[in-house]
């Protein structure tokens, strides 16, 4: 199993989409991340969780999950990297490569020392504009081939049986 822990303000601070957000309303910030972080998650399987400092939301710890992406605010005195550098010690096995996006060059550093890999922001934004391009290529290969049904039907059966798909008389 792949798992994919992202510095969450440190992505903010790093995509282009996300930063102009970010001056304006540093949560829709978050909540783009966490959807593009979801489209991510879908296309590759991966697991995928999103640590936001405490330091920029106040309260206490909370853990929620958005779409399949598991999202952490840590306490109100952890950092993120703290419980990063947690979370890639815990995660980290025989079955599981752990990787860690951030582009903290510290953090990078500790992660390395526990045996888990780096993305930096630059490398995972990157890779997530060439998901979004494949995506577009797959849909519009899909688009070229017409719906071939298994069962020969003629065109007058097939409008009748679209009509009842779609409930009209």
Do not use: C
């Amino acid at each position: 199993m792949v798992v994919l822990i992202v510095d969450g303000y440190n992505m903010i601070g790093a995509w282009p989409e996300l930063v102009k957000l970010r001056d304006k309303d540093l949560g829709q910030a978050r909540d783009l991340l966490i959807e593009m972080m979801a489209e991510y998650q879908s296309y590759t399987g991966d697991r995928i969780i999103i640590v936001f400092d405490a330091y920029h939301v106040r309260g206490l710890e909370k853990k929620h999950k958005n779409y399949k992406v598991e999202v952490i605010f840590t306490k109100e005195n952890e950092t993120a990297d703290e419980r990063i550098e947690k979370l890639a010690g815990d995660l980290n096995d025989v079955r599981t490569q752990v990787y860690v996006a951030t582009s903290d060059y510290a953090e990078q550093r500790t992660i390395f020392g526990q045996g888990a890999f780096r993305k930096s922001a630059r490398e995972l934004y990157i890779e997530m504009r060439n998901i979004e391009n494949q995506i577009e290529k797959d849909v519009e290969n899909h688009n070229l081939y017409p719906y071939q049904s298994k069962i020969p039907i003629d065109k007058e059966m097939r409008e009748i049986f679209e009509k009842w798909r779609r409930g009209d008389k």
